[in-house]
Structures are given as structure tokens and as C-alpha cells.
């Protein structure tokens, strides 16, 4: 089993390689610190399952989950998070994840997951496993309120991320291969979509809808 790691965390990228070198039939392929590197890689290395880490700069886990579930649809993405709160598990898994498990768990629970996901079923730590029951049942009975689609496109969310985060339009434009000219017409649109005005409200708006932390 073909494994990439992307976690921003150098320490937390070390302490899996090293377990998972631990495990039968696993290697880990690549790592990357950042979800422009987990979608760069997962399209040229196609690993059979990438561990994506939720809270990454530059392009967050779930960005990077929805473009590669698209540019790599084989791809079996299983997210590694902190938060076992419902708007980042609906965000994941309605991004294409097929896993989510909590940075808290023993690893067994990770390499659990691996094999539970290469065998083709959805694995969740069990604590997540209740928030994904939970929204079921409100779905069956009409109860749920469902996740609202975002109306900004991928390329959107990538420049109001990078943006929330303090980067310049000549730092995005470079990271996201587009002149500065597009990536200024991109902030424009967003704003005009969002109905938001200030740079202060963008980031108010990237914290709330998961796309960036506060820190």
C-alpha cells in the first residue's frame, strides 16, 4: 500500500513514516507540507491512499482533498484532524474523503483505516463515527440541514485562503502559477459574490467556513 503524508508538521510527518515502516505491505511514497504539495504529488506519485492533514497552509486539507478526488479520482484520501467537530467532517467527506480519523487516536486506529479504506469501505475514528450517524439519522428524517454548496469556485477558495492568510497578490500568483492581474480579478469576484468589502471581512469569512484556522 502506496501512502503519501501531508501534514504541515515536520515532527508529525517523521513520527508516521516511521510507524507506518512499522506496518506489513505499507511504504510511504512522498510527503508533502502543504496541500498545493499533497495535490502536486498525489498526481504524479498516484499513491493509493494520501493521510491529508485538515489545517495546512496555502491550500487547506480540504481544498486539496476536493482536487485530487478530481485530477485523481483513485486516490483514497483519509483526514487526519484535530477537530472531531461536524463542519470540518461534513467538509471532508463531502470533498471525497474516505476516512477520518482523530490526530488524538493510537495509530492502530490510523492503520485501521488504511486497510479499511484499501478494502473499499469508509472508516471514521468511533467519536466521528457517531457526529456521521447522527447526520444520517436527520437526514432520513428530514431533520438535517444539509451542507450548503459554496459559491466560490476551487480556484476561488485557493486566493481566499492564501488571502485570509496575509499573502500578497504577487505571493499567490506565484504559488498558484496565474498573474497578479487574475488573482486581483479573482478578489474582486469574491468580494462581489460574498458581498463582503474588506480584506478583514474575507478573513473573518475563511476562519468561519473551515478554509483557514485563526492563528
Known amino acids: 500500500m502506496r501512502i503519501l503524508?501531508?501534514?504541515?508538521?515536520?515532527?508529525?510527518?517523521?513520527?508516521?513514516?516511521?510507524?507506518?515502516?512499522?506496518?506489513?505491505?505499507?511504504?510511504?511514497?512522498?510527503?508533502?507540507?502543504?496541500?498545493?504539495?499533497?495535490?502536486?504529488?498525489?498526481?504524479?506519485l498516484r499513491p493509493d491512499v494520501v493521510l491529508m492533514d485538515i489545517g495546512m497552509p496555502d491550500l487547506n486539507g480540504i481544498e486539496a482533498t476536493r482536487q485530487i478526488r478530481r485530477e485523481a479520482p483513485e486516490v483514497r484520501v483519509v483526514a487526519l484532524s484535530m477537530h472531531a467537530d461536524r463542519h470540518f467532517v461534513q467538509q471532508m467527506l463531502g470533498a471525497g474523503a474516505v476516512g477520518y480519523v482523530l490526530k488524538g487516536s493510537a495509530f492502530e486506529d490510523l492503520a485501521t483505516a488504511i486497510r479499511t479504506v484499501m478494502a473499499g469501505r469508509l472508516y471514521t475514528s468511533p467519536k466521528i463515527g457517531d457526529v456521521v450517524l447522527d447526520d444520517y439519522v436527520r437526514q432520513l428524517n428530514g431533520t438535517g440541514r444539509g451542507t450548503t454548496a459554496s459559491p466560490l469556485s476551487d480556484r476561488e477558495r485557493?486566493?481566499?485562503?492564501?488571502?485570509?492568510?496575509?499573502?500578497s497578490n504577487r505571493v499567490i500568483a506565484s504559488k498558484l502559477g496565474v498573474s497578479v492581474t487574475t488573482v486581483d480579478s479573482h478578489r474582486k469576484h469574491i468580494m462581489d459574490k460574498l458581498g463582503l468589502h474588506s480584506i478583514a471581512e474575507l478573513t473573518k469569512y475563511a476562519v468561519r467556513e473551515g478554509l483557514t484556522s485563526a492563528e
Open 5 to 44: 503524508i501531508a501534514d504541515d508538521h515536520r515532527l508529525m510527518r517523521e513520527g508516521l513514516r516511521e510507524l507506518i515502516k512499522q506496518q506489513g505491505r505499507m511504504i510511504v511514497v512522498g510527503e508533502a507540507e502543504n496541500g498545493l504539495a499533497a495535490v502536486r504529488l498525489a498526481c504524479e
Open 158 to 167: 485557493a486566493v481566499l485562503q492564501l488571502l485570509a492568510e496575509g499573502r
